[in-house]
């Protein structure tokens, strides 16, 4: 419940609408309590009256009394319809308020939520599965809405419907209302017992939600794979393993909550026989009349809801602790990367001059070195390219640049500045990075390229379209920048996706460019129009690049060769070439190659 | 109105049709419902019974008889209600199962094309949370609705053999409910099928950009994606706000009539009781059912209420599983123990989707080709000419709309699509890695597929040195993107992966291009050893692979524009002549580039 008590703050911020939607709650529900007292009166003016009538009997009075008690009864009625209107009334003002105020909480936990995702770094969600994230961020929060709206206006409600009853009750007769009210104090006990399996069962049950969830997210985003390998069957049988664990879960939800209704069923009820019971007996000593005995019956059927409220209350805050306490477990993630107290917020802009100063990296503390002692220097409008071996650390270098992960050890030193000191929003401002992963959004192409800057004009699309070889391809397509991708960008090539996020990075006109491996699904004769581009831009940005063509890494300014984390040969083209290393062998084979093709 | 109300109906026999196979359960559910529906009402007969002849009177005698058999009613309505409400539980709990199942097993079947279109995140809420609705309809629904509707008739039947002129009072007010009731279904209805589409445009949302993070990071995009969300959060509020005005509205409205129905009662009841014509104990009798009376209707409403969303929900589900466009299975076809491997296209026409006037917009156009058994064949052409399209049409992701692909003389459509698959090696230039071990993602649960065959595939490739270093070796975890693996160890995966299933025939799709020289090194080799006796399809726009090609087949804008060996195409002059001096001479020109 813990957890729960860290959403106050919303109430408070609410106040305005909780505070008027309390005092409506009272209102309602003194105007509900109020009913049973005007049905006693009228149940025992009944004898009165036949007593009287009786004893007029053939009187010319018998008829005038008889519309006497026609009227008084007609105006009981009448008074039990207006009380009842009132309480009418203010109930839909208490539901207008409450539940409405939960909505804008519930809005406001979802953005805060989303806004919080935005700022965790990569090293989160390498740690969490998506579909994890995505069930805490929609059916978690509406269990916690479901505290915030309907569990407050229920529990107030009956708590005020609870107390009134019993006030009632006890002025009529305290030893009536005591046997009434014995079986209720059992009930106590029994919503505990219930509640603790249903909150215990019910975060068993949300796991496994969750575990489904993810389970089709994955088969669904892996199709082309599952239907290429024919395994459409495994997957089905997992799927049929997670639904029916799920189905169990449920069942087992279900064996206790299925308890809720005879227990209160079996309560109320033996209320309601006590109430005959012992009240007959008191009627029969004159001690009460038949009228409360009406209205006592009235008063255990009205508590009935309010005190099932009750029960579905604490099952809903079990629910809602149990969820509240998943949501704050990402939202107490503290960001690892952000901006802090050494960020210098006066710096606006960045030249680009890159250096490394013998850093090193691990993913995790139980994982080998990723980087080793890297130690280089790339001036601002250079040009830098990365080769090497598959898993040689290449991706990882750049990584840090972009301050996706902080280096374990060593500096990395922006316009002479500590990485850690640029403003976060500044830094990757600055850096238009065109990862090997082709990500696009369910969105059109131009808006895609568009993503890249905020407020980004037709003709700047348009340029970077041009310039990343996208352009002439893209108009081709009946509705040219318009034309939607799929959610993974699956109508285009494997190419045209790559371009549409070179393009992406392009229009930022990035003071620092990376491309990771960027040109690999485009072919030959394209990437060189592309690197024509870039060329031109040459002394206007700074450039990593990571390929594995030697044709278009020669260029560069400067070279590095990564093995195994380590900076094995760092030089220019000719440098390295005379050096006669690794990058010279790389070289030798892929000349050898092209002369092999070119020959025959 | 009507019309919509037949569908309704409609669609709610297709619902209920999902517990046809548990209809013995069902029926005995009914049963048990029947029983609990007719103790409910005893109850207030008895205690009028208990107030008009004994309480009234004053002979308290036979009371204890009376309370005794209401204490049994009471006992006996708890425990058939509890068996009542697990056991409905557990009824609807197999039925959900199945449609969950079903509507999994229907879009993993569907062809690529769907999958093209669809985004992933509305798949996913048809599989979980509109099923999730549907299980309220399904657990509880139905038997509790004919639960409802039995105890309405028990307490008509009580309350006319007590006094049938307070009955019908009574019943006056039904019309009202029933009213009410109408205009908030009618309202309500509309509501929760927006609601239910505002909240797939969250998820959808949510599960884009949690998936798409780096990249809304890396362009520093979190202000403009966090108005997009709040604008996204703030219609899927308006959507719910408005359904909570009709219930705001709805619930008051019940409570006022069944107010009315007491006070007419007491009006009606009072003025007949002082001329004897009714005890007080029948009033009373009377006042319980007036609330015993609308807890059904309320409850009946409520029901609609979750029937509502689970119509919409329903709908929805029903909408994906109608529209079938899973490739038509004939499989009449006994499948060979193993292909030779000689493929044929015959006149291939094949488009993705229609233009905007209707016609087809064609990605091939009339291409025919053959590759003999055991031949190595290339596709070459410029990007988006169609390469990757002959792959999935040869792998029947997509079915052609005019022409023939044959395998060993017989036409893919005919073959069972599983096999066919079976027997074709893929490797994409898309890795993608489930979450799992190494082992789970080579094997892709194929029980078939021993360690041992993998570890063996894996050195043949050389690839086992990178595995055997990670920590826990071909048990190593992937995580859920495959982030500790990079873009060349994947491919390595797959490749190990095609090598483990030994296929028939071999599809490469520009695999090799994004391989560094060494691990490109590393897999040419193993390929020219796995390609040996096998069909293949490698689209690539590398020389270094097409020039081992026995045949290579250059596509223009969708046309197979010529066919033939390296030497052949070059020496006539063709087009592949040109895309290959083209390539070449660039190659040429950025290796003499000045510096």
């Not at chain 1, 069923?265 to 006590?274: F, T």
């Amino acid at each position: 419940m813990q957890s729960l008590t860290r959403l106050n703050h919303y109430f408070i911020r609410y106040w305005r609408l909780y505070v008027p939607g309390l005092i409506f709650t009272i209102i309602s529900a003194i105007f509900a309590i109020a009913v049973p007292v005007v049905v006693r009166q009228a149940i025992d003016s009944i004898p009165r009256f036949a007593t009287l009538y009786s004893q007029f009997e053939a009187t010319a009075l018998q008829h005038s009394l008889y519309w006497n008690f026609f009227w008084t009864l007609l105006i009981f009625a009448l008074i039990i319809i207006g009380l009842s209107l009132a309480s009418g009334l203010f109930t839909f003002l208490m539901r207008q308020t409450v539940v409405v105020a939960s909505r804008h909480i519930e809005f406001d936990l979802r953005n805060t939520l989303y806004e919080h995702l935005q700022k965790l770094s990569t090293r989160f969600y390498n740690h969490i599965k998506t579909g994890d994230v995505i069930t805490r961020a929609t059916s978690d929060i509406e269990q916690v809405r479901r505290y915030i709206g309907p569990a407050i206006m229920y529990s107030t409600r009956a708590l005020v419907i609870v107390i009134a009853s019993i006030t009632a009750m006890l002025i009529i007769s305290p030893t009536l209302t005591l046997y009434a009210l014995m079986p209720l104090s059992l009930l106590a006990a029994a919503i505990f017992i219930v509640a603790q399996l249903v909150h215990k069962r019910s975060e068993a049950l949300q796991r496994q939600y969750a575990q489904l969830t993810s389970r089709v997210q994955e088969t669904l985003a892996g199709i082309r794979l599952v239907k290429a390998y024919a395994r459409e069957e495994t997957e089905t049988q997992a799927f049929e393993n997670e639904s029916r664990i799920y189905k169990l879960r449920m069942l087992g939800l279900a064996r206790v909550e299925a308890a809720w209704r005879p227990v209160f069923l079996i309560v109320v009820g033996l209320s309601e026989v006590m109430v005959v019971w012992v009240g007959g007996r008191l009627v029969a000593e004159g001690l009460i009349t038949i009228g409360n005995i009406a209205e006592y019956i009235i008063y255990v059927a009205l508590m009935t809801w309010p005190v099932a409220a009750f029960g579905l209350v604490i099952s809903m805050m079990q629910r809602a602790s149990a969820s509240a306490e998943r949501i704050y477990e990402i939202l107490d993630h503290v960001p690892d990367i952000s901006d802090d107290d050494r960020s210098n917020h006066s710096i606006m802009k960045i030249n680009g001059h890159v250096r490394f100063e013998r850093v090193s990296f691990r993913y995790e503390d139980d994982l080998p070195l990723a980087l080793q002692n890297i130690t280089f220097t790339l001036p601002a409008g250079q040009s830098l390219a990365i080769v090497g071996r598959t898993g040689s650390g290449k991706t990882t270098l750049i990584d840090l640049l972009s301050r996706l992960y902080e280096p374990s050890e060593g500096r990395i030193i922006i316009d002479g500045k500590d990485i850690k000191t640029l403003p976060l929003s500044v830094l990757r401002e600055a850096v238009g990075y065109v990862p090997q992963d082709v990500f696009l959004f369910s969105d059109s192409i131009g808006n895609n390229i568009a993503f890249g800057t905020v407020g980004a004009s037709k003709e700047d699309i348009h340029q970077s379209a041009h310039e990343a070889e996208l352009l002439e391809t893209v108009l081709e397509f009946p509705l040219g920048l318009n034309s939607e991708v799929g959610e993974r960008g699956v109508s285009l090539s494997g190419g045209q996706a790559q371009r549409t996020t070179i393009a992406r990075a392009l229009i930022r006109k990035p003071r620092i460019l990376v491309l990771d491996d960027a040109l690999s699904s485009v072919d030959t004769k394209t990437e060189n129009r592309i690197l024509e581009h870039l060329r031109k831009r040459q002394g206007h940005h700074t450039m990593i690049l990571i390929s594995h063509r030697i044709s278009s890494i020669k260029g560069a300014d400067q070279i590095i060769v990564l093995d195994q984390g380590q900076i094995a040969e760092q030089g220019t083209h000719l440098s390295l070439m005379k050096l006669d290393g690794l990058y010279a062998q790389m070289y030798q084979r892929q000349l050898l190659k092209e002369r092999l093709e070119s020959f025959n | 109105m009507s019309a919509q109300k037949g569908l309704d109906r409609k669609l709610l026999r297709r619902i209920i049709g999902y517990l046809m196979p548990y209809k013995h359960w069902v029926f005995l559910a009914f049963c048990l419902v029947l029983i609990v529906s007719f103790l409910g009402p005893l109850r207030p007969w008895l205690i009028g019974l208990a107030i008009d002849r004994h309480i009234v009177s004053g002979e308290l005698d036979g009371l204890s008889l009376l309370i005794y058999a209401l204490l049994a009613a009471i006992a006996l309505e708890g425990v058939l209600g509890y068996a009542n409400a697990y056991f409905t539980q557990w009824i609807g709990q197999q039925a959900i199962y199945d449609v969950r199942v079903r509507v999994f097993n229907h879009v993993q079947k569907q062809s690529l094309s769907f999958f093209d279109r669809t985004p992933i995140g509305r798949l996913i809420t048809r599989t979980t949370s509109d099923v999730e609705a549907l299980s309220d309809v399904l657990s509880a629904g139905v038997v509790v609705i004919l639960g409802d509707l039995f105890k309405l008739v028990f307490i008509a039947a009580f309350m006319f053999s007590l006094n049938w002129v307070l009955a019908i009072v009574t019943l006056c007010v039904m019309p009202f409910m029933l009213m009410v009731t109408m205009w908030f279904k009618r309202n309500v209805r509309g509501q929760y099928r927006e609601t239910r589409k505002q909240v797939a445009r969250l998820n959808s949302f949510m599960q884009e950009h949690v998936t798409g993070m780096l990249i809304v990071q890396l362009f520093g995009r979190e202000k403009v994606e966090m108005k997009r969300f709040e604008k996204i959060n703030d219609d899927h509020q308006t959507a719910q706000l408005k359904t909570v005005f009709y219930h705001s509205l709805f619930w008051p409205a019940v409570d006022i009539i069944a107010s009315i129905a007491i006070g007419f009662i007491l009006w009606a009841g009072g003025v007949s009781a002082i001329g004897g014509a009714l005890t007080v104990g029948v009033l009373i009798a009377f006042i319980q059912y007036c609330r015993q009376f609308f807890e059904p209707i309320r409850n009946l409403s409520d029901q609609f209420n979750t029937l509502q969303s689970a119509m919409a929900g329903a709908e929805r589900i029903f909408d994906v599983i109608d529209n079938d466009q899973s490739l038509p299975e004939s499989g009449k076809l006994q499948p060979p123990e193993r292909f030779d491997g000689e493929i044929i296209f015959e006149e291939v026409w094949f488009a993705y989707k229609n233009l905007d006037d209707g016609t087809p917009d064609w990605v091939l156009r009339g291409v025919s080709f053959k590759i003999s058994k055991g031949q190595n064949a290339a596709i070459v052409g410029a990007t988006g000419s169609g390469k990757t399209t002959i792959i999935s049409l040869l792998m029947r992701f997509y079915d052609i709309q005019k022409g023939r692909i044959l395998i060993d003389g017989q036409d893919i459509r005919s073959m069972k699509i599983k096999y066919l698959r079976w027997r074709i090696g893929l490797v994409l230039q898309d890795v993608f890695l489930f979450s799992g071990s190494i082992f789970r993602n080579i094997a892709l649960d194929n029980s078939e597929i021993t360690i041992e065959q993998i570890i063996d595939a894996a050195k043949s490739i050389g690839a086992d040195h990178f595995i055997e270093q990670l920590p826990g070796r071909y048990h190593h975890e992937v995580r859920e993107r495959g982030v500790s693996l990079s873009q060349g160890q994947r491919q390595l995966l797959s490749f190990i992966r095609v090598l483990a299933y030994d296929p028939d025939i071999l599809v490469l799709d520009e695999a090799t291009s994004s391989i560094d020289t060494e691990t490109e090194h590393m897999i040419q080799r193993a390929l020219e050893r796995v390609l040996q006796g096998r069909t293949s399809l490698v689209v690539a726009h590398r020389l270094s692979t097409i020039r081992h090609a026995d045949t290579i087949l250059v596509l223009h804008k969708g046309a197979l524009h010529e066919q033939g060996t390296h030497n052949e195409l070059v020496n006539a002059g063709g087009l592949y002549h040109t895309l290959y001096e083209l390539q070449y001479l660039e190659q040429e020109q950025i290796v003499e580039m000045p510096q």
